[in-house]
């Protein structure tokens, strides 16, 4: 049982390019959230979802999208990085309303030049 | 709007000292709360819940929290720090038909050998 996975840990890109980070888990888990930790800041959500093809708006948005085909992965996409995206990505999961204690992965650390 | 508060943004201690971290929230209605610990380079991980019940829950690793309702508080306590206690610790609310967590901004704790 991994629980929560992210890959990759960590990652360097330019200004300008693409990437995708991957969340897995195996908890048979209905929400899941990813989340970006900058220091002061505190945990703010970029984007979640309750359910497989279900996807919302969290605090911060912009720039990102997301994608959940399947019930057990969340997709998290930076179509062009900015620097303002350096940060450490974490992406979370839950049961949902009755049991909403989100359980989390181990962070992409992310770095744009 | 809902939010949460965490009264000290870093705290510094001597082994062996008595530790309260403050949480207030605002919302009037059914609230489940939570603590989280991070350790240094590491993810969020759960350090105690309170859903309903006996306001004063216990937690992994000595600590425990007070549920005051009248006073909108979920303070976190521990009667005697270690080393090993120093990381951050994040409040965070589940309140209403939100569907998402509302974390507090986290409190740094250093605990001195």
């Known amino acids: 049982n991994a629980g929560v996975t992210q890959t990759p840990k960590f990652r360097v890109l330019k200004t300008g390019q693409s990437m995708t980070l991957l969340c897995a888990q195996d908890m048979n888990h209905e929400y899941m959230y990813w989340y970006r930790q900058d220091p002061g800041m505190g945990l703010r959500l970029i984007h979640y979802?309750?359910?497989?093809?279900?996807?919302a708006k969290g605090e911060v948005p912009d720039g990102y999208n997301v994608s959940r085909l399947k019930k057990q992965n969340f997709l998290l996409g930076l179509e062009s990085a900015a620097p303002s995206q350096t940060s450490v990505y974490f992406c979370?999961?839950?049961?949902?309303?009755?049991?909403?204690?989100?359980?989390f992965g181990p962070g992409t650390r992310l770095t744009v030049t | 709007a809902q939010s949460v508060s965490q009264h000290n943004h870093h705290v510094i201690l001597s082994e062996a000292a008595s530790l309260e971290l403050g949480c207030n929230y605002s919302y009037g209605g059914t609230v489940n709360l939570f603590w989280y610990v991070q350790y240094p380079g590491q993810h969020l991980q759960l350090l105690l819940k309170y859903f309903s019940g006996d306001p004063l829950v216990k937690g992994i690793k000595g600590f425990e929290a007070e549920f005051i309702k009248s006073k909108f508080s979920f303070n976190l306590r521990k009667p005697s720090v270690q080393w090993s206690d120093t990381a951050e610790y994040f409040c965070?609310?589940?309140?209403?038909?939100?569907?998402?967590?509302?974390w507090g901004l986290g409190t740094s704790l250093a605990v001195n050998p």
């Open positions: 979370a999961s839950s049961y949902g309303t009755s049991r909403p204690e989100q359980y």
């Open positions: 979802s309750v359910g497989e093809g279900t996807t």
């Open positions: 965070a609310v589940w309140a209403g038909n939100n569907r998402k967590l509302i």
